[in-house]
């Protein structure tokens, strides 16, 4: 089992920022991917930014050039800095984190509201 806590999240205006954490209870420096996925309101839940162990993040387009999706493996903690958020980027943000079995593990989830 992983443990996964996300943190970060609240309220900001367009054009601001916020930095997401996700802290592990496993070690996730050979995990197979971590990630952030979102889900809006009536929308269903989709990848806003994945980490794979050895290659480089991969980004939804909307996001690119706005959010940066990090890990420190050393202390298990996964980051998402976005900037310059969006109305559309409203949404509860989840971690996700997928072992090398293919189980996927899930965060509670944390509120981003973008609103002027």
């Known amino acids: 089992q992983v443990q996964l806590v996300e943190s970060g999240g609240g309220l900001v205006q367009p054009g601001g920022s916020l930095r997401l954490s996700c802290a592990a209870s496993r070690n996730i420096a050979h995990v197979y991917y971590m990630g952030w996925f979102r889900q809006a309101q009536w929308k269903e839940r989709e990848a806003v930014a994945l980490i794979t162990t050895g290659e480089g993040p991969n980004y939804k387009d909307s996001v690119k050039g706005r959010f940066t999706v990090s890990r420190d493996d050393a202390n298990n903690i996964l980051y998402l800095q976005m900037d310059n958020l969006q109305l559309e980027d409203t949404a509860v943000y989840y971690c996700?984190?997928?072992?090398?079995?293919?189980?996927?593990?899930w965060g509670g989830g944390t509120v981003v509201t973008v609103s002027g």
């Open positions: 996700n984190y997928r072992d090398r079995l293919g189980f996927d593990y």
